[in-house]
């Protein structure tokens, strides 16, 4: 009788060892007298609270809406109409020859006031023929360059009038994030769209930014509505040499950032921004190894990251999820709550390592959860698809003890199976139970506690059937997640 067996396990996340309360006080106070300076230097600027996303959902149905956000989102519908057609929108360019006498210094103007009027009597013959060449043109048109009716963001057309009800998503985030004051949200929709032309985000999904980064964000699956998810991983910065080539030079700074827009621009690929479809995302943020706010260069380029991301993708974010959380971040956060909205602060979820699984279970299915968090999704994973991923789950009552039967009844199949606990730690254990009575069971996994996914194989040579057993010895309700699939031998 021939039993083949392979076992791999992962372990989640540790407790942090919190670090000392004395060097907590002190990392505390250099946030803090770093924000004092920060909070000086911007004085003028919307307070933090103004640029603050949604921390729920809202319907974008026009027949939800209030009376008073239909009127806000034809005000701004309005005002972005006139915009466009009156070619309002972008800063106008300056000329050359006005460019070049500003930069003139003052000791130089009177010897060069003869070449300048030159360039400035060709510019004049130069508008005057171009006026010669318009009168047989209609009075009152304008150049077809002049305006552009085709302006679009994420791919929606911007100009009202076109009729897009995806317009009207797009332009109800600007007036959210601006708690529907449309003066402000058609001032912040225009600041984005001059920082995207400015920052030539139309070329940027195409641009190979390299590969360094790739470890620190990623997007992967989605969450129980369909939002798309997006990781941070903070801990890689713990290494050195990642950690210099990111955040060493202004340059490199700039390059993070830009990355980092790349990025999210990816993310919003997967937006459909229909009326009742999704157009936000979710984000986790592990914070496990994180280098912490001891170091200024990660402070001042995350704290650039977030102002930018909060600027120019308001509403975007649907849910914002911390996860293995250490001491210092609780003190940290603390300073920033007081600045933030009770819409904002009602986005922000936090977990401890002991409890990052059962966090993102309320919200990611298991299937979608990394491995590394207590869930069943793998990295290039060539044993389960997406079409054969969803998992069943059990409950497991205090005290109790369940199994999982799987059918084994053609001979020389090979059985695999992905097995994970949610809520603390249990006993188990894998055997194969023949269907002849005078054979004998084979045990596949030895009884062992178990708080990690494992995956198993095993390939039978009689007909009879798996048994997993799960004893849940605590005083405390557990779940457990299992699928399974077959693989045929070949004839």
């Known amino acids: 009788m021939t039993v083949e067996v392979q076992s791999e396990a992962t372990q989640v996340a540790e407790v942090v060892v919190p670090k000392e309360e004395l060097e907590a006080k002190k990392i505390v106070e250099e946030v803090e007298n770093e924000k004092v300076k920060e909070e000086e ?10 640029k603050s996303s949604s ?3 809202e319907s974008n149905f026009l027949s939800d809406l209030k009376e008073n956000e239909k009127k806000a989102l034809n005000d701004l519908k309005s ?14 360019e300056e000329s050359t020859t006005k460019k070049s006498l500003e930069k003139s210094p003052s000791g130089e103007e009177e010897e060069k006031k003869d070449d300048e009027n030159k360039v400035v009597e060709k510019v004049e013959e130069e508008e005057t023929k171009n006026e010669e060449n318009k009168e047989d043109e209609k009075e009152g048109d304008l150049d077809v360059d002049e305006v552009d009716k085709e302006i679009s963001i994420w791919g929606v057309p911007l100009l009202p009038s076109k009729g897009d009800e995806k317009t009207n998503v797009i332009l109800l985030k600007f007036l959210r994030a601006r708690d529907y004051k449309v003066n402000e949200s058609f001032e912040m929709l225009k600041k984005t769209l001059q920082w995207r032309k400015d920052f030539k985000i139309e070329s940027i999904l195409e641009e190979d930014l390299g590969s360094d980064l790739a470890p620190t964000a990623y997007m992967s699956g989605t969450d129980n509505q369909g939002h798309p998810i997006c990781y941070n991983i903070f801990g890689v910065l713990d290494d050195q040499e990642l950690y210099n080539k990111t955040f060493g030079t202004e340059e490199k700074r700039k390059q993070f950032l830009r990355w980092r827009v790349q990025l999210m621009e990816k993310g919003i690929q997967k937006l459909d921004f229909k009326a009742g479809g999704i157009s936000s995302l979710l984000q986790i943020n592990d914070l496990k190894n994180s280098p912490g706010p001891s170091k200024k260069e990660v402070r001042v380029a995350t704290k650039q990251a977030v102002d930018l991301l909060q600027d120019n ?9 911390f996860i ?6 609780y003190a940290f956060q603390s300073l920033l709550s007081p600045f933030l909205t009770q819409r904002t602060k009602s986005k922000f979820v936090f977990a401890r390592p002991a409890k990052v699984t059962e966090t993102l279970f309320k919200y990611i299915p298991i299937q979608e959860i990394p491995i590394q968090y207590g869930g069943l999704k793998r990295e290039n994973d060539f044993e389960f698809s997406a079409s054969d991923c969803e998992a069943s789950e059990i409950l497991l009552k205090a005290g109790s003890t369940e199994t999982i039967e799987i059918p084994a009844a053609e001979v020389g199949s090979t059985f695999i199976w992905d097995v994970t606990i949610v809520g603390g730690e249990v006993s188990y254990k894998e055997e194969f139970v023949p269907e002849d009575d005078n054979s004998y069971t084979i045990i596949i996994q030895k009884e062992k506690k178990l708080s990690s996914p494992i995956r198993n194989t095993f390939k039978n040579n009689e007909a009879g059937k798996i048994v997993l057993t799960i004893k849940n010895t605590s005083s405390k309700k557990k779940k457990a997640f299992y699928r399974h699939k077959i693989k045929k031998s070949a004839i």
């Open 41 to 50: 230097e911007e004085e003028t600027k919307p307070k933090a609270m103004e």
């Open 79 to 92: 005002k972005l109409e006139e915009a466009i057609l009156g070619n309002t929108l972008f800063k106008k």
């Open 324 to 329: 293995n959380v250490p001491f210092w971040y």
């Open 55 to 57: 921390y729920r959902e």
């Open 313 to 321: 993708y308001p509403e975007f974010v649907a849910k914002n999820i």
